[in-house]
């Protein structure tokens, strides 16, 4: 019964990129612990870009710069 | 001091229904545990449809093939 | 597929207390929101009284004066 | 490698704010824990004020009454 | 910068285990979202077997049914 | 009504460093926010340094190689 949490920043993950997120991380518990599929759960959480701080910067600041 | 964190897919959950979870897990600490009310904390989220996986499929899918 | 995760201070939480949450906490989505028990999941988690602060005061601290 | 995450009620909380918050955040567990700030993440999030309660009642309506 | 956050019961997960477990949620991102490693954390949480509940029961009296 | 978790891995925060994590975190939505520190809730979480990783490796193999 894993639960699996992933938070990105919101930064158009199209609906493709969060299926293979969700198989992936099913597949990852299945494969490494053995955990029964039905009942692993993945949320994907997308953070605004100006909710995300790294190194005491705004990722919005953060890839300006790039 | 409970904190109380209810996850729950995006689909038209109403006000009144909000307060009603908000209400009843509250309820359920100050029942079970003894704790007090005005320091127990609930907080909904509600997770977009393509964000929830399980058993390794998106939640959206789940719901369409019922 | 609700997930509930119900954080408390670590104060000798019975077993029998556990099981009232799961089943409290359960109950309530499932009567709120109409949802499917056999996917929703509650985890509890115990946090060292030295851990958890309100008021800017350390919970430990706290009840100690009382 | 400090992951720090702030829940706040989403009451137009500014740029500006929520850059002094990255900062002083990170700055913390640099000064208190000698962490690096370049593994220190903070992230923000903004909770609807239907979607949290305290004290049994909903905060849209708890400031409502103020 | 993604932050991932494993939850599964607290049963003996080993440290090859966890490993591959941090080794395939960072592959995850890098491959499908194409994040830098060197900003992505992975967290594993071990839930007591008493604190997880799923179908309104706990889990330690799922796996002593079986 | 901030929530604030701090996670950080386990190696030996002392109760005075958790003071001032609570103290110092209270103040900051306390002073940026305006919010009142009677509702202002702070959680500290020590991760196992076997169960965080960053860079697709183990901390606990991170700071080994230092």
Redesign the interface.
């Known amino acids: ?9 919101d930064e158009n ?1 199209t ?1 493709e ?13 299945v ?3 053995g ?1 029964d ?11 605004n870009i ?10 919005s600041e953060i890839i300006k710069e790039k």
């Open positions: 019964m894993p639960y699996i949490n992933i938070k990105v920043t993950v609906k990129q969060k299926r293979e997120l969700i198989h992936g991380a099913t597949k990852l518990v494969d490494v612990l955990k599929p039905r009942t692993t759960h993945v949320v994907i959480d997308e953070v100006d909710n995300w701080g790294v190194n005491s910067t705004m990722y």
